[in-house]
C-alpha cells in the first residue's frame, strides 16, 4: 500500500540512507540591515536573510512554509536574484521594475511575459522558488506547474541557487505537477528530487478551516462518539476523523482529513478552526491543557493553544455565540410534481432572488440542481422535485408536529443530551410509521411509471434550512433510494429522508442556531440512482489554498467507486487529491495525495475524464459567479462546491454526472 511505501521514504530520509543532499548547511555573515529590506540579492548568506525576504506561498497546501522567488536572467550572464517576496508577490513585478531598460531588454505586458518566460524555450528568464518546509525540514527549488522548463534549464536554474546560497547543500528539487515530474525524471544526478508524497510524510500539521475559538479543551476516542455527548463550547482532540459531530467550537485530529471531508465542511460553516495534527492525543503541549478553557488559533502555517480563565471564555462566547437564524417561511401553494428544469425560473430579476424564492418551495438542493440542468454542458440526470407542502401536510396529519411540541416542552428533553438522543430516534420511528396521502401517492406512482419506468430512485433532501447564508448546513439530511420493484419501498424511502429531519446532530446543529424546529419543511429532488459508480467526488471551483487568486485552480478530491465514499472515508483510506490549473497552458495537475484503493502509480481519474470535469467545473463557476460570485459584486472569495460521480460499466469508460451545487463558505481567515 502506498503508505507503507511513504513510511519507507520518512526513514529513509531520516537515516540519510538515500541519494540525498548534504545535510550539513553553514550559516555565513548576513546582509541585511534590521528594518532595510532590500529589493533582492544576488546570494543568501544566512536564515534571517532568507526569511527578511521570503512570504507565505502562494500556494498553502503543504503548511508550514516559507517561500522566497528566484529569477536568473540568461540575458546578463546567468546573474541570479533572490526578490523580496513580501514586496513582489509574483515574478513578472520584481523584473518589470528591476530588470526592465537602462541596459536591459524592455519588459512589457504580464500577458507577453507570462507567454515567453513559462513556455518559450529560447526565454530570458529562469523562474522559481525557493521554499523552506519546517515539518520535514527540507529546502526544495520549485517551478510553476505550468512552466514547460526543459531539464537543462531545471538543471541551470538549481546549480545557481544551489552555488549562492547557505542551504545549498541541503537543497533538492520538487516537482510541483504532473507534467514537471515527467521532465524531472531527466535530471541529472546532481539534481536530488523529492516528491510531495515524501514532503508531506514529513509535515505534522495540517491547516483545514482557519481561525480562532475559545473553549474547554476536550479529548475523545472518534470510536466514542456515538455514545459521548459534547458541548458547544468545546473544544475537541480526535485521534481519527469521525464522519459526523455535533456542533463544538474546534476540532484537531491526529488523521488528516480532506478540504471537502464532511467534518471539514461543517467546521466551515460554523466558521470554527479545525486543523490536523500528527500524535495530537500525545501532544505534551496539549495534554497540559486538558479540560482547561483555551484559545485555540490556526492559521495557514502555524497553531497555538493557549490557556485563558472562564471568564474570558465566557466574554469571548458572548461576543461570538451565533446569531438567531429565521428560516424563511414555505412555500405551500405549490403542490405540482415539477420537472427540474421549472423548479428555479428565470427571467425578472437576479438569479440570487430566483434561487431565494424556489427555496421557498423546493429547498435548497432543488433550486441549485435547476439552475444546473438549464447550464448546458453540465451532464447530469434527468430529475423532478416534490415540494415541501407534502412533507407538511405528512407532518399536520399524522399528528407529528404535535408530538414534536411536546418535546420541545420537555425539560428532560431540552437539558439531557441522551434523553434528546433517545426521543429523537423515537420520533423519526414514528415519522417512519406514518402514512402518506393518497393523492400525493397517486401522483408520484403515474409519474415513476410515465417517466422512470423499472428505475431505483434515489429521493434526495432539499430542505428550507441549508445552503443559506448564515446557515448552509451542508449534509445535515440524508437521502434514501427506492426500488422500482416495490412502490412501499419508495414511501419508505420518502419517509427515511423526511425524518433525517430530526437526527441528533442535526437537531442540535439547529437548536445552537436558535432555529424554530417546526419552522423546517423538505422538499425533495428526485431521479434515477447510480448504480454501477466508479468514481464519486467532491471538488471546489477555485484553489482553496490560494487567498490571493494568483494561482486558480480547481480543488479535486475524488475516491473510485466502492465502499470507500469520498466525504465519509474509513479510517486509513486516503483518495486522490489535486489543484487542476485547467485555465493555464498545458492545464496542470498538482497532487496532494494520492488514493491508496487503486494500483500504485495510478490515478482514479483518467487526463481525459479530469478534462471533461474542468470544464463543467468551469462552467458551473460562471453559471453562479452572478449569484455568489464576481458577476454580483461579490469581492473576496468565491467558489461553488460540486459534488459528482462517474457512472458506467468501467472506470476507463465511466461518464461524469454532476449531482449537486452550492456557494462555498472559504477556508476562513
Same mark, same amino acid.
Not at 163 to 169: E, R, T
Not at 230 to 237: S, T
Not at 257 to 285: E, F, I, W, Y
Given at each position: 500500500m502506498r503508505s507503507h511505501s511513504l513510511w519507507i521514504v520518512t526513514l529513509c530520509?531520516?537515516?540519510?540512507?538515500?541519494?540525498?543532499?548534504?545535510?550539513?548547511?553553514?550559516?555565513?555573515?548576513?546582509?541585511?540591515?534590521?528594518?532595510?529590506?532590500?529589493?533582492?540579492?544576488?546570494?543568501?548568506?544566512?536564515?534571517a536573510d532568507f526569511l527578511a525576504l521570503a512570504s507565505d506561498p502562494l500556494d498553502t497546501s503543504l503548511p508550514g512554509a516559507q517561500s522566497g522567488k528566484v529569477v536568473l536572467d540568461q540575458s546578463d550572464w546567468n546573474s541570479l536574484y533572490f526578490q523580496n517576496s513580501k514586496k513582489f508577490k509574483i515574478h513578472y513585478e520584481f523584473a518589470s521594475t528591476h530588470l526592465s531598460g537602462n541596459g536591459h531588454p524592455i519588459i512589457t505586458s504580464l500577458s507577453e511575459?507570462?507567454?515567453?518566460?513559462?513556455?518559450?524555450?529560447d526565454r530570458r528568464f529562469l523562474l522559481g522558488a525557493v521554499t523552506y518546509y519546517s515539518g520535514p525540514n527540507v529546502w526544495a527549488l520549485e517551478i510553476a506547474g505550468y512552466d514547460?522548463?526543459?531539464?537543462?534549464?531545471?538543471?541551470? $536554474?538549481?546549480?545557481?541557487?544551489?552555488?549562492?546560497?547557505?542551504?545549498?547543500?541541503? $537543497?533538492?528539487? #520538487?516537482?510541483?505537477?504532473?507534467?514537471?515530474a515527467v521532465e524531472a525524471k531527466k535530471l541529472p544526478s546532481s539534481v536530488p528530487v523529492i516528491t510531495t508524497d515524501e514532503l508531506y510524510a514529513g509535515i505534522d500539521y495540517q491547516p483545514l478551516n482557519l481561525g480562532t475559538a475559545?473553549?474547554?479543551?476536550?479529548?475523545?476516542?472518534?470510536?466514542?462518539?456515538?455514545?459521548?455527548? *459534547?458541548?458547544?463550547?468545546?473544544?475537541?482532540?480526535?485521534? %481519527?476523523?469521525?464522519?459526523?459531530?455535533?456542533?463544538?467550537?474546534?476540532?484537531?485530529?491526529?488523521?488528516?482529513?480532506?478540504?471537502?471531508? #464532511?467534518?471539514?465542511?461543517?467546521?466551515?460553516?460554523?466558521?470554527?478552526?479545525?486543523?490536523?495534527?500528527?500524535?495530537?492525543?500525545?501532544?505534551?503541549? !496539549?495534554?497540559a491543557l486538558k479540560d482547561k478553557w483555551v484559545k485555540l488559533e490556526v492559521s495557514a502555517n502555524r497553531w497555538s493553544v493557549t490557556e485563558v480563565s472562564q471568564a474570558d471564555a465566557d466574554t469571548w462566547w458572548n461576543a461570538h455565540k451565533p446569531t438567531p437564524v429565521v428560516l424563511p417561511a414555505a412555500n405551500l401553494a405549490v403542490t405540482d410534481l415539477r420537472d427540474v428544469e421549472q423548479v428555479t425560473p428565470e427571467g425578472s430579476g437576479t438569479l440570487r432572488d430566483a434561487i431565494k424564492?424556489?427555496?421557498?418551495?423546493?429547498?435548497?438542493?432543488?433550486?441549485?440542481?435547476?439552475?444546473?440542468?438549464?447550464?448546458?454542458?453540465?451532464?447530469? #440526470?434527468?430529475?423532478?422535485?416534490?415540494?415541501?407542502?407534502?412533507?407538511?401536510?405528512?407532518?399536520?396529519?399524522?399528528? !407529528?408536529?404535535?408530538?414534536?411540541?411536546?418535546?420541545?416542552?420537555?425539560?428532560?428533553?431540552?437539558?439531557?443530551?441522551?434523553?434528546r438522543d433517545a426521543k429523537l430516534a423515537a420520533f423519526r420511528t414514528a415519522i417512519m410509521n406514518g402514512t402518506i396521502e393518497q393523492s400525493f401517492q397517486d401522483a408520484l406512482k403515474a409519474k415513476l411509471a410515465a417517466e422512470y419506468p423499472g428505475l431505483d430512485m434515489r429521493f434526495r433532501s432539499s430542505t428550507n434550512s441549508e445552503d443559506l447564508e448564515g446557515f448552509p448546513c451542508a449534509g445535515c439530511y440524508e437521502s434514501h433510494t427506492g426500488k422500482a420493484s416495490s412502490f412501499s419501498d419508495v414511501l419508505d424511502a420518502i419517509r427515511a429522508t423526511w425524518s433525517s429531519a430530526f437526527l441528533f446532530r442535526t437537531f442540535e446543529e439547529r437548536t445552537?442556531?436558535?432555529?424554530? %424546529?417546526?419552522?423546517?419543511?423538505?422538499?425533495? !429532488?428526485?431521479?434515477?440512482?447510480?448504480?454501477?459508480?466508479?468514481?464519486?467526488?467532491?471538488? $471546489?471551483?477555485?484553489?482553496?489554498?490560494?487567498?490571493?487568486? $494568483?494561482?486558480p485552480g480547481f480543488y479535486i478530491n475524488v475516491q473510485a467507486g466502492g465502499d470507500a465514499e469520498v466525504v465519509h472515508p474509513p479510517a486509513g483510506v486516503t483518495s486522490d487529491q489535486f489543484i487542476y490549473q485547467f485555465a493555464e497552458p498545458g492545464q496542470p495537475i498538482s497532487y496532494i495525495a494520492h488514493s491508496n484503493v487503486v494500483l500504485e502509480g495510478t490515478t482514479v481519474l483518467t487526463r481525459a475524464q479530469t478534462y471533461q470535469l474542468g470544464q463543467? *467545473?468551469?462552467?458551473?463557476?460562471?453559471?453562479?459567479?452572478?449569484?455568489?460570485?464576481?458577476?454580483?459584486?461579490?469581492?473576496?472569495?468565491?467558489?461553488?462546491?460540486?459534488?459528482?460521480?462517474?457512472?458506467?460499466?468501467?472506470?476507463?469508460?465511466?461518464?461524469?454526472?454532476?449531482?449537486?451545487?452550492?456557494?462555498?463558505?472559504?477556508?476562513?481567515?
Open positions: 530520509m531520516l537515516a540519510l540512507s538515500c541519494t540525498r543532499p548534504d545535510d550539513q548547511v553553514q550559516e555565513g555573515a548576513c546582509q541585511i540591515e534590521s528594518g532595510s529590506t532590500p529589493d533582492s540579492l544576488s546570494t543568501v548568506t544566512c536564515q511575459f507570462n507567454t515567453t518566460q513559462y513556455f518559450a524555450p514547460t522548463s526543459s531539464a537543462d534549464m531545471i538543471a541551470t $536554474l538549481y546549480q545557481k541557487v544551489r552555488k549562492s546560497s547557505y542551504f545549498g547543500p541541503k $537543497l533538492y528539487f #520538487h516537482p510541483t505537477s504532473d507534467s514537471v475559545v473553549g474547554r479543551l476536550r479529548f475523545v476516542h472518534a470510536a466514542d462518539l456515538a455514545t459521548t455527548y *459534547l458541548g458547544y463550547r468545546e473544544i475537541v482532540v480526535l485521534d %481519527h476523523v469521525p464522519n459526523d459531530i455535533s456542533v463544538v467550537q474546534g476540532i484537531i485530529t491526529e488523521e488528516f482529513q480532506t478540504p471537502l471531508s #464532511h467534518v471539514n465542511v461543517l467546521s466551515q460553516n460554523r466558521k470554527n478552526p479545525n486543523m490536523g495534527l500528527r500524535k495530537a492525543m500525545q501532544n505534551d503541549q !496539549l495534554l424564492s424556489a427555496v421557498l418551495a423546493f429547498g435548497g438542493k432543488a433550486a441549485h440542481y435547476s439552475i444546473l440542468a438549464k447550464t448546458q454542458g453540465v451532464p447530469l #440526470h434527468k430529475a423532478f422535485a416534490i415540494p415541501v407542502v407534502y412533507y407538511y401536510r405528512f407532518m399536520q396529519q399524522n399528528g !407529528l408536529f404535535a408530538q414534536l411540541d411536546a418535546l420541545l416542552a420537555s425539560s428532560d428533553f431540552q437539558n439531557n443530551p441522551a434523553t445552537y442556531y436558535s432555529i424554530d %424546529h417546526k419552522s423546517v419543511v423538505m422538499a425533495l !429532488l428526485v431521479h434515477r440512482n447510480f448504480p454501477t459508480e466508479e468514481a464519486n467526488g467532491v471538488a $471546489l471551483t477555485a484553489n482553496p489554498y490560494d487567498p490571493s487568486g $494568483l494561482q463543467a *467545473l468551469d462552467l458551473i463557476h460562471q453559471r453562479f459567479s452572478s449569484a455568489y460570485g464576481p458577476a454580483a459584486g461579490v469581492n473576496g472569495w468565491y467558489a461553488m462546491d460540486v459534488e459528482f460521480k462517474f457512472d458506467g460499466d468501467t472506470a476507463e469508460t465511466a461518464t461524469l454526472y454532476v449531482k449537486q451545487a452550492r456557494s462555498n463558505p472559504g477556508r476562513g481567515n
